[in-house]
C-alpha cells in the first residue's frame, strides 16, 4: 500500500529516473522491431524488384541507358537460344524432379522401416550431399566424371560399359546434370519425407491392420493421402528450384556442349555479367519470374487455395 | 533377419553419398597425375603438405577463409537478429501496415534471385561499395523466410508468458532479452545454422560483387582457380575439401539444428 502511494507521488513530482516513462513502450515497439527488416525490404527486395522492371524495358547502362519500351521482350520471343533454354531447363525437370522424388520415397521408407539396423547412420549419410557447397561439388563432379580417369567410367567399367564422355557430348551431358542434381538434393528430400512419414499416428496403421489391410494396401490408403501435402509441397518446390537452375551447368558444363546444359538462369548470367547487357538480362529474369508464378498458381489450383 | 536386404540397400544409397567425399579426401592427398590416373585412389597419398601449399601460393588460401569465416558469420547473426525482431513483432504486436507488410514480404520469396541481382549490383557500384565486404553482406540482412520462421514459431509462445513479465514489472526490451530469447533458443540456432550453411556456400553474388582475389570468398576462389587451364587438380581438391569439411563437422555435431532449419524451410513454406 504504501508503494503504491510513493510511487504515485513519484510520477505527479515528475519522477526520480526509476520512474520515467522508458524510451520503448508498447506502443512504439513494435516499429521499433519491424525498423530493420523493413529497411532491408526497401532497399534490396522492393526497389531491386521495382528498378529490374525498369532496367528490362531500357537498353545500355548508366549515362547511355535509354527506354526502349518493350524491345527486350520482343527480342527474348525472337531469340532461339532463349527457346533452346527453356527447351533444357523443361527438360531436365520433366527427367529429373519425377526420377529424384521417387527415389526419395523409397528411401525415406526404408529409412522409416523399424527392420533396419543403424539408421541414424544411414539418414546422417545421405544428408550429408544437401551440405556441399555448389562449387565444392561441381569441382568433386567435374572431375569424377572426367572421360578417362572419372570414377563413374571406372564404375561402370567393372559391369563392361565403355568410358562415357559425360561432358563432352549434348546427350551426355544433361544426364550428368541430372545425375549430380539427383544425388544432391535426393538424401534432403528424403529426410522432408521421414519428418512426414513420422508425423502419421500409428493408430491408423494399426487399424487398418486389424482390419486385414496388406502392406501395400496400407501404403496407398493411409501413407499416401497422409503424406500428400509434403508430397505436392517437395514437387513444388523441386519444379521451382529447377526452373532457376544455374549452379551445376555454370561448374560442370558452362551450358555446353552446342548450349545442350544452357538454362534460363545461365542465360540471364551471361547476358548480365559476360555481355553486360543489363536491359535483356532484366527481360530474361522477369520472363523467369512470369513461368515461375505460372507453375505457383497451377500449384495453388492444385492444393486447393492457401495453407 | 527380416531387415538385412533394405539395411543393405540402404548401406549401398549410403555409400553412393558418403563414396564422393571420402574420394575427395583420398584426392587431396595425391599429386595433379595420380588424380587423373585410370584407377582412382582410394588410399591416402604423401602430397596433402604440397597441395596445401600450393593451395596457400595461388589463391592466399588463409586469407581467402578469413574473408569467407568473415563474412558468413557477420552476415549470420545479423540476420537472426533482424529476423527475429521483425518475427516478434508480426506475432506479438498490432501496427499499422502489418499485414500488408507481411504479404509484400512473403510475395517476395517467389520471385527469382536474378530478378533483384542486377540493380543491387547497379546499386553497389554506384555507392562505391563493389569489392568491399559491406558489398556481400548488406543485401543479405533481410531474409524473408527467417522472418516468417521467427513468426510461426512465437505464435506459438503463450501470451501470458509475456504478460506475466509485464505484470512483474519487465520492459519491453527486458521482455524481448528475458523472455521472448531465450524460448526461441533452439529455432535461433536452427535458423543461424541455415544461414551460415547458406553464407558460407554463396557463390554467385560474392562472384560478381568481388573484384581483386584478396576479397574473394572461399567459392569464387576455387571456381577461378578451376577455370584456369592447366590447374594442378592437387590443390583444387585441397581447396574443395576445405570448403567442404567445415560444414560437415558442424552437421555432425548440430544434426538436429540442421535438419530442423532445413525442414523448416520445407515444410513451413
Redesign the interface.
Known sequence: MTLTMTREAATERGGSPRFRRPLVTRRNIPYLLILPALLGFLCFKAYPILAAMYISLTTGAGAARSFVGLDNYVRLVNDPLFWTALWNTTLILVVQVPIMLLLALLLALGLNSSFVRLRGLWRLGVFMPSLTGLVAYGVMFSVILSKDSGLLNWLLGFVGIDAINWLGTPFWARIAIVIALTWHYTGYTAVIYLAGLQSIAKELYEAAMVDGAGAIRRFWSITVPQLRPILLLTVVLSTIGTLQLFDEPFVLTGGGPDNSTLTISLYLYQNGFQYFDFGYAAAIAYALTLIVAGFGLVQLKLTGGKK | M???P??F???A??A???G??Y??AM?ATHGNSE??????KFYPGDQLGANTAKLEESIGLVNVLGNTLFVAVVQTLIAI???L??G???AK???RG?NA?FV??LS?L???????????F??MNDLGLIDTFPALI?????V?FG?FLMRQSLLAVPDELLDAA?VDGA???RVLWRVVVPVMRPVLAALGVFLF?GA??D??WPL?AMRTPEMFTL??A??TL?AQARTD?GQ??V??AI??LP??IL??IL?KQ??SG??AG??K?
Not at chain 2, 35 to 40: D, S, V, W, Y
Open positions: 527380416k531387415g538385412w533394405l539395411t540397400a540402404l548401406a544409397v549410403f553412393l553419398c558418403v564422393p567425399f574420394w575427395l584426392a588424380i587423373f590416373a585410370e584407377t582412382p537478429v533482424v529476423a525482431l521483425a516478434y513483432a508480426f504486436f498490432e501496427f502489418r507488410f509484400l514480404l517476395t517467389v520471385i527469382p534471385g536474378g530478378v533483384t541481382i542486377i540493380p543491387i547497379e546499386m548488406l543485401p543479405n540482412l533481410t524473408p522472418i509485464r520492459g519491453e526490451l550453411l558460407w556456400n557463390f554467385l560478381i567459392p569464387v576455387l571456381a578451376q587438380f583444387v581438391m581447396g574443395t570448403s567442404s560444414m560437415m552437421f555432425l544434426q540442421f535438419i532445413l525442414l520445407a515444410t513454406g
